[in-house]
């Protein structure tokens, strides 16, 4: 299996900037899609961003198209979600997650078989 281990959560102003990784290992020989994900107190977990690990496709949910950027270091086994221009409403536990099967698009929600334990992001002034 593949253990996912989140980092780079915190407190940032309106406007501002942070980078997340999401550091891949394990003994699954493959994985295809990493995910990343957030959850709001009170609100139903929902898709962010999404990377193919081998055709380096992605997705960008539309509330943060233009201001998240996911990316891969195939090398590090590393996934990167950089976050520009956060607002208030950013403000969740973020997730990466993995996906150990070939079909999925980075569009399609499900299908994602290991988790991460979430890191915070809060967006305040």
């Known amino acids: 299996q593949l253990q996912l281990v989140e980092s780079g959560g915190g407190l940032v102003q309106p406007g501002g900037s942070l980078r997340l990784s999401c550091v891949v290992s394990?003994?699954?020989?493959?994985?295809?899609?990493i995910g990343w994900f957030r959850q709001a107190p009170g609100k139903e977990r929902e898709g962010v961003s999404c990377?193919?690990?081998?055709?380096?496709?992605?997705y960008y949910t539309d509330s943060v198209k233009g201001r998240f950027t996911v990316s891969l270091d195939n090398t590090k086994n590393t996934v990167y979600l950089h976050m520009n221009s956060l607002r208030p409403e950013d403000t969740a536990v973020y997730y990466c997650?993995?996906?150990?099967?070939?079909?999925?698009?980075?569009?399609?929600?499900?299908?994602?078989?290991?988790w991460g334990q979430g890191t915070q992001v809060t967006v305040s002034s």
């Open positions: 394990g003994t699954a020989p493959n994985y295809y899609r």
């Open positions: 990377i193919r690990t081998v055709s380096g496709a992605t």
């Open positions: 997650a993995a996906d150990k099967d070939y079909g999925f698009s980075c569009s399609e929600l499900r299908g994602y078989d290991y």
